[in-house]
């Protein structure tokens, strides 16, 4: 029988990078039958997932409802209703029932169903009582406040 004496910390194999000291790999070729553009372009352009996308555009749908929702003029009458958002919190809206109301409780209803409900702070801000609401000059737009 013939004993294999192979010393492990001098032996390398062709095309494998050694370990450093420090433990961490270093990469510094793509895996054979990838090329060199592709590795890049994949761990920089990762494709999000339909699912994900989907959620996106649906997040999206949401913030831009919502602050058409909020928009109004100053002047009285307005900013007197709420509806929740996606995590329950009433936002304030120029008018119940409006148009625009309507879709962002539509928009946040679709969002929640096919998303399902975000992860949301602890409590909702507090907006105080109907007294407490108005219509506020925000840049360009006005918007209602709280």
């Known amino acids: ?17 050694p370990v450093p000291e420090t433990g961490t790999d270093v990469v510094d070729e793509p895996p054979i039958g990838v090329d060199a553009a592709d590795a890049e ?14 959620c996106k555009a649906l997040e999206d749908d949401v913030a831009l409802k ?14 007197q209703a709420t509806v929740n958002d996606q995590c329950d919190c009433p936002v304030v809206v120029k008018m119940a029932g409006s148009t625009q109301a309507t879709a962002y409780a539509a928009a946040v209803a679709k969002l929640i169903n096919d ?10 801000p507090t907006i105080g009582t109907m ?16």
């Open 41 to 54: 372009a994949e761990a920089t352009d990762a494709p999000i997932s339909p699912e994900a996308a989907a």
């Open 131 to 146: 007294v407490n609401w108005f219509c506020a000059q925000t840049g360009p737009e006005a918007l209602c406040s709280p």
């Open 115 to 124: 998303c399902g409900k975000p992860p949301c702070v602890p409590s909702c």
């Open 1 to 17: 029988m013939t004993a294999c004496s192979l010393d492990w910390d001098v032996r390398t194999d062709p095309g494998v990078t």
């Open 66 to 79: 919502k602050k058409k929702a909020r928009e109004c003029v100053l002047a009285s009458g307005q900013c």
